[in-house]
Each structure stands twice: as C-alpha cells, then as structure tokens.
C-alpha cells in the first residue's frame, strides 16, 4: 500500500473548508486543495512539477515556454490559474470597505468552487483516485 501525501493533503484542504467561516479563508484553501491535486497526479506520474507557485504554473501550463513537465488541457489550467488569482486576492488584497469586500470574496468563492469541481473532473480523467488517498 502506498499513500499518495499530496492526495491526503488536497483532501484535509478540501474538508477544512466546510468548517470555515471567512470566505478568504475558504478561497484559499480551495486553492491549496487544488495544489495539492495537481501535485498528487504529478506524484502519481513520478513527475516532479516544483514547490513554488511559479514552478508549478511552468509545468502544467501548456502554454508556457519553458517546456512543462506535465501540461493540463488548457480549460483546466484557466480554472487552476482562477484559482491561484482568487487566492492571491483573498490573501494579499486590503480591506477598504469590509461590506463589500465580503461580497466580493463570496462571489470569488462560488466561482472558486466551480473551477474546483472542473479540475478534480480533469484529474479523474486522469486516473487520480480522488475518493481513495491509498494506491
């Protein structure tokens, strides 16, 4: 049995987002979810795809000119991408108005949801055993 640490970390993401309150919080840990599914079908591959924000859009954009590792189609690196935005929004972005704000980041959540739900489809496709961390 072998356990595939970025699926298990994508899953505690995902399921830590049912607990939280703050929608920024939400949109972010949608994202590292996302990350971490990226990461768990790299894994999967034995393929390294980096540690850094920037590493990683190198090698799974199929666009990128510096040769990815692992190219996604590119519908799914638009959701990906949405997400990275989202999340940097959420976690660098000031507060000036905190009404709307919070009705900002619950729209950026919705969407984050959808682009989500279009990636673990994608990465299904794939062969990444979403419901089961254990191979």
């Known amino acids: 049995m072998n356990t595939n640490p970025h699926l298990v970390k994508a899953l505690i993401n995902e399921h ?3 607990t ?3 929608f920024d919080w939400k949109i972010t840990k949608i994202f590292y979810a996302a990350l971490h599914y990226t990461k768990a079908l790299a894994y999967q591959r034995g393929i390294i795809i980096g ?3 920037d ?3 190198k090698n799974i954009n199929p666009n990128s ?6 190219p996604i189609k590119e519908h799914v690196w638009k959701d990906y991408y949405m997400l990275l935005k989202y999340s940097k929004i959420a976690r660098y972005d000031g507060i000036e108005n905190e009404q709307i704000y919070n009705i900002e980041q ?3 959540y919705t969407e984050a949801v959808k682009h989500l739900e279009n990636l673990k489809k994608y990465l299904l496709s ?3 055993p979403l419901n089961n961390p254990i191979q």
């Open 51 to 53: 540690e850094t924000h």
């Open 20 to 22: 939280e309150t703050y």
């Open 106 to 108: 619950q729209t950026n």
């Open 65 to 70: 000119r510096y040769q990815p590792n692992m």
């Open 16 to 18: 830590a987002i049912v």
């Open 126 to 128: 794939q062969g990444l």
């Open 55 to 57: 590493e990683i859009a």
